[in-house]
């Protein structure tokens, strides 16, 4: 086990940004950056025993202070969508940046993914941690919040990622982190005929601007239902309004159960490459990429839509604003705290 930190450039406004390899026994190792708590680079073993980069990303820091598209990203305060990018507390309504559709999404255009991290390096632990202070008013929100992210990899290929804060007001917190997986290897080509098993009975069926209509809808007899093994793409070009307004998957599905259990499980039969999500959150975005477009990404490849996949733990998208759904509200003096892990193995 070991972590080598290397200097990673400078921001536009100066600030030096530093990456930080965590490597296990297996040979397997993440990348992760001061710089909006990105998660750069997963490589772990395919079947023929080759190291693979599982996620999609940027060699350089320039990308990253763009990074339309979120690869890796720590999103916060509030991932997802927040609709009219508004929202009441107490009485108050606070507004946030209209950044799609007029609603507020992944917090608009000044989220934690643009920020530069204080780094503490854990390596009786395998682990970096990264903390930020977001002040009251940043972003909309009410409150001065202290966040603490900490990515750990363990021997067995497991990515662990674990949210803390405390805030001196009541608020409002959701994070995620945005990752795109192509199990395949990022720049390998479309992940549409890669297998997802999502452990969902109903997901959050959405309006037009993709906001959730409030109500948990049953994933039986639609292309929602990821309840057993299948290929992303094979019912993604179906007949629904659903796939019309997201141009495919990019729904919030009601994870089964409570507590730290399996969300989400992926492979792919070409590389032998198996992914495991477990989380203590409510729902899980599943994402296609269906909106990548065309983006420069590692090693001069050229990623396009379709071509990597994200599955974002997190509170279901405008719970802020749903009575109906688990609140996403964090009380003053409170502590935020959520685990995520994505298990990497081999078929």
């Avoid at 409150?143 to 750990?152: I, M, R, W």
């Amino acid at each position: 086990m070991s972590i080598e930190k290397k200097d990673f450039g400078f921001t536009r406004e100066g600030k030096k940004i530093s990456s930080y390899t965590i490597s296990n026994a297996q040979g397997a190792s993440v990348t992760v950056l001061d710089f909006g708590a990105v998660l750069k680079n997963v490589y772990v073993p395919d079947r023929e025993g080759k190291l693979t980069d599982v996620v999609l990303g940027y060699d350089d820091l320039a990308h990253y202070e763009v990074n339309g598209p979120c690869f890796g990203a720590t999103i916060g305060r509030s991932g997802n969508r927040i609709a009219g990018a508004s929202f009441v507390l107490d009485g108050c309504e606070y507004h946030l940046a209209k950044n799609e559709n007029e609603n507020n999404l992944h917090s608009g255009p000044f989220g934690f993914h643009f920020r530069p991290w204080m780094a503490e390096v854990k390596e009786e632990n395998n682990a970096v941690s990264f903390l930020l202070d977001s002040p009251d008013g940043d972003q909309g929100y009410p409150g001065n919040f202290l966040a603490k992210v900490t990515y750990t990899l363990t021997d067995d290929n497991a990515v662990d990622i674990h949210y803390e804060g405390t805030a001196d007001a009541k608020t409002v917190v959701n994070m995620t982190n945005h990752s795109y997986w192509n199990l395949n290897g990022e720049g390998s080509g479309s992940i549409l005929d890669q297998y997802l098993e999502i452990e969902a009975d109903g997901f959050t069926p959405v309006n037009e601007k993709l906001i959730p209509i409030g109500m948990i809808q049953a994933v039986e007899g639609t292309p929602f239902d990821f309840r057993h093994l299948k290929t992303i793409g094979q019912d993604a070009a179906a007949t629904s309004v659903q796939l019309e307004y997201g141009n495919g998957y990019d729904h919030n599905f009601a994870v089964i159960g409570t507590g730290y259990r399996k969300a989400a499980y992926a492979v792919s039969d070409k590389s032998g490459i198996t992914l495991t999500v477990m989380t203590d959150q409510p729902g899980m975005q599943f994402y296609a990429g269906n909106s990548i477009g065309t983006e420069e990404g590692k090693g001069g490849k050229t990623y396009h839509s379709n071509e990597g996949f994200a599955l974002e733990t997190q509170h279901f998208p405008n719970s802020v604003n749903t009575p109906e759904f688990e609140s996403p509200v964090l009380n003053a003096n409170e502590k935020y705290d959520t685990r995520t892990t994505y298990i990497l193995g081999l078929l």
